[in-house]
T-cell receptor, first 112, second 113 residues
């Protein structure tokens, strides 16, 4: 059973526009969420995180929104740049479990 | 400061052969993890360690063993490789428990024929 789901395998966006990547989870015990970016032939790199006590966290062009009642989080990238083209993974964890559960990833392509 | 390094980067094995993947981190992190990534599956946790001398099973531990004899190293062993273990393997480390982000190595691409 996939506890963390990214239902869109791919997304294409024009440069300068907003990219919205979505993630849904089923386990109500998850209380910390992260987004990672992955380029080909490299390991994932941390992008932004959010705790369940917040509903929004911003870092430059990247904003993560958390809707606990819907068990849904989203990553907004504004404005999108060609260098943002990568695979984005969301991950979730429950404090004390030492483990992260990853989604299957969304491939973002930003068109110049 | 190299971060997380993995050795080797690529490997081809025949069914039944054994090998060890080495992960090293120079950030003095307590927690280390081994994941595998398969197409359409995301990253799945194989084993993890919460400190030197400790290991624990993740989501998909069968067919793998691990050891953490030194804090900076985390070894993943395949005793008898199977084609189903063809995958990209990532090692990661983190400073503390789950509220901290993980730092990933560049990955090892393993093919079992």
């Amino acid at each position: 059973d996939q506890q963390v789901k990214q239902n869109s395998p791919s997304l294409s966006v024009q440069e300068g526009r907003i990219s919205i990547l979505n993630c849904d989870y089923t386990n109500s015990m998850f209380d910390y969420f992260l987004w990672y970016k992955k380029y080909p032939a490299e390991g994932p790199t941390f992008l932004i995180s959010i705790s369940s006590i917040k509903d929004k966290n911003e870092d430059g062009r990247f904003t993560v929104f958390l809707n606990k009642s819907a068990k849904h989080l989203s990553l907004h990238i504004v404005p999108s740049q060609p260098g943002d083209s990568a695979v984005y993974f969301c991950a979730a964890s429950a404090i004390g479990t030492y483990k992260y559960i990853f989604g299957t990833g969304t491939r973002l392509k930003v068109l110049a | 400061n190299a971060g997380v390094t993995q050795t080797p980067k690529f490997r081809v094995l025949k069914t039944g052969q054994s090998m060890t993947l080495l992960c090293a981190q120079d950030m003095n992190h307590e927690y280390m993890y081994w994941y595998r990534q398969d197409p359409g599956m995301g990253l799945r946790l194989i084993h993890y360690s919460v400190g030197e001398g400790t290991t624990a099973k993740g989501e998909v531990p069968d067919g793998y063993n691990v050891s953490r004899l030194k804090k900076q190293n985390f070894l993943l062993g395949l005793e008898s490789a199977a084609p189903s273990q063809t995958s990209v393997y990532f090692c990661a480390s983190s400073y503390s428990i789950s509220v901290y982000e993980q730092y990933f190595g560049p990955g090892t691409r393993l093919t079992v024929t």
